[in-house]
């Protein structure tokens, strides 16, 4: 095991909607939050498709990467994920083939298979149309083979643009099959432990043991996604931290809504199985002081030897939320 101190840092933004605001002021605090987290040195920057969650604004993502693409110079920019399933490949191909012809080496194609939606929003996405959960890793391979597509390669059928851009792809999980799947293509997988804490170190294991090296990728790559809510005591973080708590709840009652302002006490808002719930899905959660974060990054580094540590939080206050960013990197920088 080789002895890590610190790995970049990266963000996720879901471009949340707090309790009150519009999507238009989501973007714009995304927006701000970007243009932090370059100055900062973040190394990249995710954005995350959802439909039909009224506290979630990215559901155009690669809209969404464009905007803030066009007011940051240096940022890599993408999508943690794009859900494959939802789309046409070639579609999706044409829109980051787009993306990466206005702004080369910049550019992160993140894909998942699951739906990122309910049942009737599947059915509105037309996902019963076509588009099987089961088509997933030929359409990844399809995407690759158009992306690495040598000089005099006319495919009867090809992402204008998009051929041969060779844009990095990355497969996102919360289960073992995409680390099976991006160990087969050789390919860097991210794990969404921020969530669906569950298989991690299985998922780890399962990707770095069977990896074969591609053209892509020599050896595994394996990024590590948490929620940090970080502030200047840990009474501030935890206060802070309720509003994904209730945000969780609601989504597991079936009443997902915008971001929640935070409360003083949880225990009237959850009843104990669901705060066991939440609790277990939150649980890859650093929340607390700058010593506390950083102590809780050395330690996550250790255990799962990560190449690169995402960070997610959905913070309301949007000065908290970017004060939070900043703690986190600080934090990084200081191990």
Known sequence: ??????????????????????????????LALAQQSEKLGFNRYWLAEHHNMTGIAS????????????????????????????????????????LESLYPGRIDMGLGRAPGSDQRTMMALRRHMGGHIDN???????????????????????????????IPVWLLGSSLYSAQLSAQLGLPFAFASHFAPDMLFQALHLYRENFKPSARLEKPYAMVCVNVVAADSERDAK?????????????????????????????????????????????????GDLDKVRHGLASLIRETQADEIMVNGQIFDQQARQHSFALAMEANNSL
Do not use: C
Request: without cysteine; aromatic residues 8%; charged residues 15%.
């Open 239 to 287: 206060f802070l931290f309720t509003s994904m708590q209730q945000q969780f709840v609601n989504l597991r009652r079936g009443k997902p809504g915008p971001l929640p302002a935070p409360v003083e006490n949880m225990d009237n808002f959850w009843s104990p199985s669901e705060q066991y719930g939440v609790q277990q899905a939150l649980s890859m959660s650093l929340v």
């Open 1 to 30: 095991m080789s002895d890590k101190k610190n790995v970049p840092l990266s963000v996720l933004d879901l471009a949340p909607i707090p309790q009150g605001a519009s999507a238009r002021e989501a973007f714009h605090a995304s």
């Open 136 to 166: 997933f890793p030929a359409d990844v391979q399809e995407m690759i083979d158009w992306f690495d597509a040598g000089e005099n390669s006319q495919p009867a059928v090809q992402p204008v643009p998009g051929l041969g851009l060779k």
């Open 59 to 98: 559901a155009a993502t690669s809209v969404l990467i464009g905007y803030l693409a066009a007011n940051t110079t240096t940022l890599r920019l993408g999508s943690g994920g794009v859900m494959l399933p939802n789309h046409s490949p070639l579609v999706i191909a044409e829109q980051f083939g787009t």
